[in-house]
């Protein structure tokens, strides 16, 4: 049974850092990627990292380029996002996603359980 476990979320101010890391039991997984929900708003992608061969493809939205990273273990099992230069419009509820291959769709993948993240002085 696959199981992701989120951890590394708080309270910062501005300009502060944060590490994201989201822990896979039960499987490996070829695709990860970090989503956010704010109040009020959809859920959208932060950033995802595909995993071809040796080759890792990391995307990020634009609202987080030159900011934030997004990485992995070498053995496929743990997703980390270092958020750096954090802005309040960053606060959300972070949620980690998995899936065994880049290209499944999102009704088949895992989510972690959310970590609240706050950008406020």
């Known amino acids: 049974q696959v199981q992701l476990v989120e951890s590394g979320g708080g309270l910062v101010q501005p300009g502060g850092s944060l590490r994201l890391s989201c822990a896979a039991s039960?499987?490996?997984?070829?695709?990860m990627g970090w989503y956010r929900q704010a109040p009020g708003k959809e859920r959208e992608l932060v950033a995802s990292?595909?995993?071809?061969?040796?080759?890792?493809?990391?995307d990020y939205a634009d609202s987080v380029k030159g900011r934030f990273t997004i990485s992995r273990s070498n053995d496929k099992k743990t997703v980390y996002l270092q958020m750096n230069s954090l802005r309040p419009e960053d606060t959300a509820v972070y949620y980690c996603?998995?899936?065994?291959?880049?290209?499944?769709?999102?009704?088949?993948?895992?989510w972690g359980q959310g970590t609240q993240v706050t950008v406020s002085s």
């Open positions: 990292i595909a995993i071809t061969g040796n080759t890792n493809y990391a």
């Open positions: 996603n998995m899936k065994r291959n880049p290209w499944q769709p999102l009704w088949d993948s895992y």
């Open positions: 039960g499987s490996i997984f070829n695709a």
